[in-house]
């Protein structure tokens, strides 16, 4: 049981990606709030009874070979790992939202996700964006660059803030293809 996204198919076609989450929503009575986005006085107020982010919540990536063998399980944590995108030199980025900002619009508080990049193992994890709200969708172009979406609230058209972007898959010279201005 659970719930599956963000499938990415690997280039010699042997392999996917995919992220994963059991789905959990029920919160255990005795769960520490110390480490949520939601304070425990706002949570049940809010109406937020099913926003606790934990492992059993959360997705996480995982790596399988396409016959549907060697599942492996590459992220874990309280955090969601999602849109994972097999990269030219081997490694693999995906969205993550582990120590990043926060959404800034929505009824409740949300995490942020950015790039991250990790080795096909799952370790080595690094940062790749260090911008402070949400992207989505990593691919590579032709050219072995990460495209993706950013949600840009600066300088930007009433109606468009999801902008395409693109970097190197090291995440360097993070860029719009068009400026605020599409």
């Not at 076609?13 to 769960?31: G, K, T």
């Not at 995108?85 to 693999?92: A, N």
Request: charged fraction near 25%; charge should be negative; hydrophobic fraction near 35%.
């Amino acid at each position: 049981q659970g719930a599956f996204i963000a499938l990415d198919l690997d280039y010699d076609a042997r392999s996917i990606l995919f992220a994963f989450s059991e789905a959990e929503h029920r919160v255990p009575p005795d769960a520490p709030f110390d480490d949520q986005y939601c304070p425990r006085e706002v949570f049940p107020k809010a109406g937020l009874g099913f926003y606790y982010w934990r492992p059993e919540s959360t997705f996480h990536v995982f790596r399988a070979d396409a016959d549907g063998g060697g599942l492996t399980q590459l992220t874990d944590g309280r955090w969601n790992d999602y849109d994972p995108c097999f990269l030219p030199g081997g490694r693999i980025a995906f969205v993550s939202e582990r120590g990043c900002g926060q959404c800034r619009c929505g009824a409740r508080p949300l995490p942020a996700a950015v790039l991250h990049a990790m080795m096909p193992d799952g370790g080595d994890v690094v940062r790749l964006s260090w911008h402070d709200t949400n992207e989505w969708h990593p691919s590579v172009d032709h050219h072995s660059m990460i495209v993706n979406t950013r949600c840009d609230y600066v300088e930007r058209q009433s109606d468009v803030a999801h902008h395409i972007r693109h970097c190197f898959p090291d995440g360097r010279d993070p860029r719009s293809f068009h400026g605020n201005y599409p």
